[in-house]
Nanobody, 123 residues
């Protein structure tokens, strides 16, 4: 599976962005998908995850109520809708998929990663 994340950009606090993750490969629809982010000088951290069917999702406390993860397996695509953005949300955002062998909040669970898309939120 190859993944391509897009949709990042420079926005002001309070604005919204929608990130997309385009996948190649037929197994995309079989795997959970996660979004992670990494700010300069910080470790990569979990943002959100969704199971293979889209019926279940989980979020980091820091984004709960503001971000929504979704997927369209027919289009081999995943999304992260980000509302009420804050300067602390500034980071490179990565999408990832992989077989569910461990917690979906753990980066090591995911075998396939996109290249990342930069989100910058100004105050």
């Amino acid at each position: 599976v190859q993944l391509q994340a897009s949709g990042g950009g420079l926005v002001q606090a309070g604005d919204s962005l929608r990130l997309s993750c385009a996948a190649s490969g037929r197994t995309f629809g079989l795997y959970p998908m996660g979004w992670f982010r990494q700010a300069p000088g910080n470790q990569r951290e979990f943002v959100a995850a969704i199971n293979w069917s889209g019926a279940a999702s989980s979020y980091a406390d820091s984004v709960k109520g503001r971000f929504t993860i979704s997927r369209d397996n027919a289009k081999r695509a995943g999304y992260l809708q980000m509302n009420s953005l804050k300067p602390d949300d500034t980071a490179v955002y990565y999408c990832a998929v992989g077989p569910p062998r461990d917690s979906l909040t753990t980066a090591s669970t995911y075998d396939y990663w996109g290249q990342g898309t930069l989100v910058t939120v100004s105050s």
